[in-house]
């Protein structure tokens, strides 16, 4: 007999101690900071800026998937053309290399004395192409502007 009473009480002890797990699972559930998953909730507006607020359904536009575009976008003849218009910003004639900084973008282009079709000083406009070499985007077929 004092086996089962052992395993009765085993039993309410375990039995005892769910109940107040699940008490307190409830008691924190109901405490909890924020109230719930309605209240975590967050929205972008059309400005882009988080907001609390759901957009307002009749300000909705429908986009097609097509229309999406994923990555660069194409280039259009109008943006092929490969001249470019830039200033030596230095030059070493010792060691046949110098720097265009092409105009309005301000970029740097590496550009060697092989690729110089006409005799140029540092601070003089230039028209140049550019090509990818091993190191980056190259000046190359440089000429007085």
Avoid at 83 to 97: A, H, L, P, S, Y
Avoid at 124 to 140: D, H, S
Wanted: aromatic fraction near 6%.
């Amino acid at each position: 007999m004092a086996e089962s009473f052992n395993k009765r009480e085993k039993e309410k002890r375990r039995q005892q101690k769910q109940e107040e797990k699940e008490r307190r699972k409830a008691e924190r559930k109901a405490n909890a900071p924020g109230g719930g998953l309605d209240n975590m909730i967050a929205y972008v507006d059309e400005f882009g800026r988080i907001t609390d607020t759901p957009p307002d359904p009749t300000k909705r536009q429908e986009i097609k998937a097509e229309d999406i575009e994923i990555g660069v976008p194409k280039r259009t003849a109008e943006e092929e053309d490969p001249t470019r218009r830039g200033r030596i910003d230095r030059f070493d004639e010792d060691r046949g290399f110098g720097f265009i900084q092409e105009d309005g973008t301000r970029e740097r282009f590496f550009v060697h004395v092989s690729e110089m079709m006409d005799e140029v000083k540092v601070g003089q406009a230039v028209i140049f192409e550019v090509m990818r070499g091993t190191r980056g985007l190259n000046a190359v077929k440089v000429r007085k502007a």
